[in-house]
């Protein structure tokens, strides 16, 4: 499963990579990074439906997630990727939003990365 992870923090990379180790050696994860929302979308302007799940903070400077969720959700109608929102402000603001722009699911920060694995197994299914 390939995954875009897309947050303006770029020490997320390295925590990705360090939390999903055997996952990503035993090729049953593939992590890509964008570090805003413009940058997410020009990774997948150049790689069509290979992220078939997309984590992506809300809060960023330019294009927040929401408007990237926005955008997502319009554009890539079939099959739309699986997007699932990350943010530290757990609000129901957030939340509402998220979920009526299309999220499939929402999680805080800091990230619970054994839950965090459990949900994208399932996806795996």
Known sequence: MKI???DDETDVQMLFTQRFRSEIRNKEMEFAFAFSGEEAIEYMEGHENEAVLILSD???PGMSGLELL????LKYEKPPPVVMMITAYGDD??????MKLGADDFL???VDFPKLKEKLKTQLI
């Open 4 to 6: 875009l992870v897309v």
């Open 93 to 98: 603001e957030n939340y509402n939003e998220a």
């Open 108 to 110: 805080t920060k800091p």
């Open 70 to 73: 926005k955008h997502i959700k």
């Open 58 to 60: 809300i809060n960023m």
